[in-house]
């Protein structure tokens, strides 16, 4: 049995004011014994959530990281900089990086790489844009980007790794995938996996993002495949995150 992630992505979201105000609410959620709870704030907020959220069981992570210990690399935070401040895990690769930085495949894999190397989980975004999806792509771009994406992760390592399937086209657009969608292209993801690295696939969590939301995440976490949610939006609202976070498929 995979242990789900319910994680939330807060991207560009709340001051360190308000996420502290955020973790102090959540620091009152029950603990979950079989699902793990991650948030992700922005860098800011990373320190003071973590510390908040210090001996509760839920998950700190950072959105993105710069693959260097450290350097002459202005505006960027390093690997060991999101490990002193609290992060565990580390979004790595999403498509608004890929979209709106120009972030490469090549570049996803170093982050990916350096993540691993300070201990820290990071979860591989892949997913295709609309005009990817409607061309029939949707399979050869996911493989393309899990490939060259983890080309940098052995076997040893692989079994840290969290892949988000986000197709672009269902993020922030209300337009979310059906859960039979999502869990055919996580049913690929994982043959994928299963091809560079054997039965160790069976254990990797696949996570869904792209509008999901209070009334979808039941079905959605119905489907065998999906492995939790990535929740962008609806992760900055307590109300809807906590009933995201209480998703009746184990309960
Ligand atoms: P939305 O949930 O707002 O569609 O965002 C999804 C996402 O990008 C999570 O990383």
New binding site residues.
Partial sequence: MIKPIIAG?W?MYKTPKEAEDFALKLKKLPVYGDRDILVCPPFTAISCVSRILADTGIYVGAQNVFPAKEGAFTGEVSPLMLKDAGAQFV?CG???RRQIFKETDDFVSEKVKAVIEYDMIPIL?VGETLQENENGETFSVVRRQLEQGLKNVSSDMIKNIVI?Y?PVW????GKNATPQQANEVHTFIRSVIQKMYGDVASSIRILY????KPDNIDSLMAEREINGV??????LIFESFTRIVDFNKLM
């Fill in positions: 992505n991207k979004i999403h498509s608004e975004c988000a986000e269902a993020i922030g657009t993002g792209g509008s999901v990535l929740v962008g939006g609806a992760s």
